[in-house]
């Protein structure tokens, strides 16, 4: 495993799922963890097991909808930490319906929260990694950014939005030593995946390839490729964690 001794990241939703999945297994890199979410309970959990793990970690309260609790929250983890090294904009959710169903604040606050939010994140610590000249920006996207999904034109447009943002930022920041990339994860067996009915769950293991649902641990191995040095000469990629779901 490459070491992330010496490096400072902030996991956002990393109080459960994916994003805690991250937390700790950056941490177990070596990164020390600034983990943000807004249920400050579940993030302490998540930071008692890291450093009962040898780590570091510190609680940040962050809605990731709100411009005003990001900037606050990103200036207390420089603060704290002197530095945000590794950003994992994993933070989103999910108001699915069909678009004639769909109210234009469902729409609105998807996009805001999925897309705007982590465009705020990225620029609230964007300027310790300019300072640094090195960086690892991860956006976590989605396999509907890619595919799209009947019932999810607003989830779908955000993380396609996403794949946009990271190429577009990737070309900005390159002389910088800053690069930015995205995981796309498909079928994971999470929280969110969990309210699906047993036949659609069905359905969706058919088309894998691979013959099962993904794991947080198999997004949370990627996450740690790229930010180690492994993946330097890598920039604008979107990484599929799908077991075969989509072949782009």
């Known amino acids: 495993m490459a070491s992330l001794e010496g490096k400072t990241a902030l996991v956002t939703g990393a109080s459960q799922g994916i ?26 959990g998540v ?38 090294d590794i950003l994992v904009n994993n933070a989103g959710i999910t108001k699915d319906t069909l678009l004639l169903r769909m109210k234009r604040a469902d ?19 964007l300027s310790s990694m300019l300072k640094a000249r090195w960086g690892r920006i991860i956006n976590m996207t989605s396999i509907v950014g890619e595919t799209g999904q009947a019932g999810q034109a607003n989830y ?3 993380k396609a939005g996403l794949i946009g943002f990271t190429k577009a930022l990737a070309r900005e920041l390159a002389s910088r030593s800053i690069t930015v990339n995205a995981v796309a994860p498909g079928y994971i067996e999470t929280a969110m995946t969990g309210v699906l009915e047993e036949k659609q769950l069905e ?6 390839p691979l013959g099962r649902a993904g794991t947080e641990q198999d997004v949370a191995h990627a ?9 330097a000469y890598i920039t604008g990629h979107t990484l599929d964690v799908n077991g075969g779901m989509h072949m782009a």
């Open 107 to 125: 729409w609105d606050s998807v996009i805001q929260t999925n897309l705007t939010g982590q465009f705020l994140m990225t620029q609230a610590v």
């Open 47 to 84: 930071a008692a097991e890291i450093t009962a793990a040898g780590g570091a970690a510190q609680v940040f309260a962050i809605d990731i909808a709100s411009e005003d609790s990001i900037k606050a929250g990103a200036k207390a983890a420089i603060a704290h930490f002197g530095s945000i």
């Open 156 to 158: 779908a447009a955000s």
């Open 19 to 44: 994003g805690r999945a991250c937390a700790l297994e950056l941490a177990k890199a070596g990164a020390r963890i600034a983990l943000a979410a807004r249920n400050e309970s579940k993030l302490a």
């Open 223 to 231: 996450v740690r490729f790229l930010a180690s040095e492994e993946a």
């Open 203 to 208: 359905a969706m293991l058919a088309q894998i």
